[in-house]
C-alpha cells in the first residue's frame, strides 16, 4: 500500500504515537496474500537449499580433482553424507508442508478442529528439527569440501604427471 499523493511542498504528516496502530485495511485478500507470500518464501527458501547441496554433491562425485596425493579423504567422505542428508531433509520438509497443509482438509473442515491442531503441532514439532539438521548438514558438507579443497591445493597433479587416482575404468579392447 502507499500514501496517498501529495502536492510539492506539503508537509509531511506526523506519525503515529508508539501505542497507536496503523488503521491498515485488513480483509481477507490481504490476509491471504500474506499467506500466499510466506508460502512462496518457504518454496524458495527449500528450493535454495536443496539445489545447493544437490550441485555440490553432483559435482563433487563426477568431477573428482587431479590430486598427486591425497590429504584426509574423510573429509570428502563427511562432506557427501552431509550433503546426502541435506537433499534428503529438504524434501522431507517439503512433505511435511504438505501434510501440514492437507490437516484443514482432513480434520477442520470435517468438524476436527481438535484433532487438526494436535496434528498441526506434531507436524510443526518435527518439520522444525528438520529444518535446524538440514541447515547444519549442508554447512556441513560444505565446510568439509571447502577443508578438503583448502588442504589438498597444493596436491593439484600437473597435467604431465600421473594421478593417485583412477577416474575412470580402464579401456577393454575387444578382438
Known amino acids: 500500500m502507499s500514501d496517498p499523493p501529495r502536492a510539492p ?9 508508539p501505542g497507536e496502530h496503523a488503521d491498515w485495511r485488513i480483509d481477507k485478500d490481504f490476509l491471504q496474500n500474506d ?3 510466506a508460502i512462496d518464501f518457504r518454496k524458495e527458501y527449500y528450493k535454495y537449499t536443496i539445489t545447493i547441496a544437490t550441485a555440490l554433491l553432483a559435482f563433487t562425485v563426477s568431477f573428482p580433482p587431479n590430486l598427486t596425493t591425497i ?7 563427511v562432506a557427501w553424507i552431509g550433503l546426502g542428508v541435506a537433499v534428503v531433509l529438504g524434501v522431507l520438509v517439503h ?3 504438505a501434510r ?3 490437516t484443514w482438509r ?9 484433532g487438526g491442531w494436535a496434528v498441526r503441532d506434531r507436524i510443526t514439532w518435527w518439520r522444525r528439527k528438520a529444518d ?3 541447515i547444519w548438514a549442508l554447512a556441513l558438507g560444505v565446510g568439509c569440501i571447502v577443508a578438503f579443497a583448502g588442504i589438498n591445493i597444493r596436491n ?7 594421478k593417485s587416482i583412477t577416474t575412470s575404468a580402464p579401456a577393454i579392447s575387444r578382438p
Not at 9 to 17: D, L, R, V, Y
Not at 106 to 114: A, I, P
Open 9 to 17: 511542498g506539503e508537509p509531511i504528516p506526523p506519525q503515529k504515537p
Open 35 to 37: 499467506i500466499a507470500r
Open 71 to 77: 590429504a584426509l579423504p574423510w573429509l570428502i567422505f
Open 95 to 97: 512433505y511435511m508442508w
Open 100 to 102: 501440514f497443509f492437507s
Open 106 to 114: 482432513d480434520y477442520d473442515n470435517r468438524g476436527d478442529r481438535e
Open 132 to 134: 535446524v539438521v538440514q
Open 156 to 162: 593439484i597433479a600437473p597435467k604431465d604427471q600421473p
